[in-house]
């Protein structure tokens, strides 16, 4: 159970919290959660009174701030005409429009969307769509994937068997999932030559090739090149296995392009979207195809038919709020806000450079990442300091990181980093 939580806690938060289990949490230990009231822009309200600006987006979903009127308004406007209505044999026209939008802004060829939701589910649904592709033309024998270290890729069952199996928060489950092919990213022509030797040996049983683009998520965020991830995709060709992109938390402008596969042009397969597809207003999960996969389900058998179905797939509050999300993207300027925020990540973040502990600085896009030595560093002890500096920052493993909202201020962006350094510095 959580500890006894503060006295001058409102009282339906004393009630309750007994009775809720938090995600990622030791709950015999851990600190009572604290009790937000409201959010606006980059600002979290809580109970007490106390402010503190977001520099995690809440799990880098929000990219434009919180309570963006726009969303709202169109979110409000879809509650009173149709807040919900089944996906299996009717459409409605939030869902054509997202799926045709997307088509348009994603990796060429992507043509065909199925809706889910949330990340993890769409990450299941490609890897289901990566195996019955293979069986539908012929090849049940490629029924496993290629995966990679310090990779994520959610909570479900299919997406935890291509994860890290031994380093992820998952590793307690790793004798109840499918055995997959779990390699460290090559970086340079040796480490090349032998994932090409891998792939030339096993192609035979390897559906697809999994990875997230340019920067692995909560596996601790570190980063590969453009370049290396385009060699990546090179070798899933050579070697005939689907290449497929989790960009769920790289997409939307956070790594400096719309999408990560862009930056090395890349068009994958399949790819998972999620996070700020709504623009974090609302839980929504998209899986994306090319026309060759999609066509290999067509069949008089119907057998061939994929089948699933989430039961709130496409629903319409998140299908407009999506949309809303994407008239911001194209009314205002992220991007140019993301090279701003990676600029300023650089020049503040480099004071920790020198301090004791710290590990490595890194930055890419709207991601800023100290990494420090954990066994010297209490990550959860951290998480109290920053809220005493006004600031929701949320370490973990042997990182502290920002990924704030794409609209973040300079002078709240320059809190978190200052906040950073602060609270390392001791």
């Known amino acids: ?24 949490t030791q709950m015999q230990v851990a600190p009572p959660p604290l009790p937000v009231v409201s959010t606006k822009g980059t600002r979290i309200t809580l109970a007490d009174g106390r402010e503190l600006i977001d520099g995690i987006a809440s799990w880098w979903s ?47 060829g992507l043509n065909r969307v199925f809706f889910s939701d949330s990340g993890s589910v769409a990450v299941e649904v490609a890897l289901k769509m990566a195996l019955q592709y293979w069986r539908n033309k012929g090849k049940p024998m490629k029924d496993r994937f290629l995966c990679f270290h310090d990779g994520y890729h959610g909570d479900t069952l299919g997406a935890m068997s291509v994860s890290d199996p031994d380093k992820s928060m998952h590793k307690a489950f790793r004798n109840s ?3 997959q092919y779990v390699v460290d990213i090559p970086t340079d022509e040796y480490s090349f030559a032998e994932f090409d030797s891998l792939l030339a040996a096993e192609h035979g049983h390897i559906a697809g090739m999994i990875i997230e683009p340019l920067v692995q998520g909560a596996g601790g965020m570190r980063i590969h090149s453009a370049d290396v991830l385009a060699e990546l995709y090179r070798m899933a060709k050579k070697h005939n296995m689907l290449f497929i992109a989790d960009e769920i938390a790289t997409g939307f402008g956070r790594t400096g392009n719309m999408f990560a596969c862009n930056e090395a042009g890349v068009s ?21 195809v090319q026309d060759e996969i999609f066509n290999a389900f067509l069949s008089d058998n ?5 089948m699933h179905g989430p039961t709130f797939m496409a629903n319409p509050l998140a299908c407009a709020a999506a949309n809303a999300s994407l008239d911001l993207f194209e009314k205002e300027p992220r991007l140019k806000q993301v090279e701003a925020i990676e600029a300023q990540l650089t020049s503040e973040l480099s004071q920790c450079r020198n301090l004791p502990n710290v590990v490595d600085v890194r930055v890419k896009g709207a991601i800023g ?17 920053f809220v005493e500096r006004g600031v929701w920052i949320r370490p973990f493993s042997d990182i502290v990181y920002l ?12 809190k978190l980093t200052d906040s950073v350094a602060d609270v390392l510095r001791g």
């Open 1 to 24: 159970m959580p500890k006894k939580q503060d006295t001058q806690a409102p009282e339906w938060f004393a009630q309750a919290v007994p009775h809720i289990w938090l995600p990622y």
């Open 62 to 108: 929000a990219c434009h701030g919180y309570n963006h009127p726009h969303i709202l308004k169109a979110v409000e406007k879809q509650l009173h005409t149709m807040p919900h209505v089944m996906f299996g044999g009717l459409v409605h026209e939030p869902a054509l429009t997202l799926a045709a939008r997307l088509s348009k802004i994603t990796p060429a």
């Open 177 to 179: 999932v499918i055995k």
């Open 268 to 288: 994958p397969d399949i790819m998972c979207l999620g996070k700020a597809l709504t623009g974090g207003t609302i839980t929504l999960g998209a899986t994306m």
């Open 302 to 306: 119907p057998d061939f038919a994929f």
């Open 369 to 385: 990442v100290v990494q420090i030595d954990a066994a010297k560093v209490d990550v959860y002890a951290l998480r109290k300091k």
């Open 403 to 414: 990924m704030p909202s794409l609209s973040i201020s300079p002078e709240d962006l320059r």
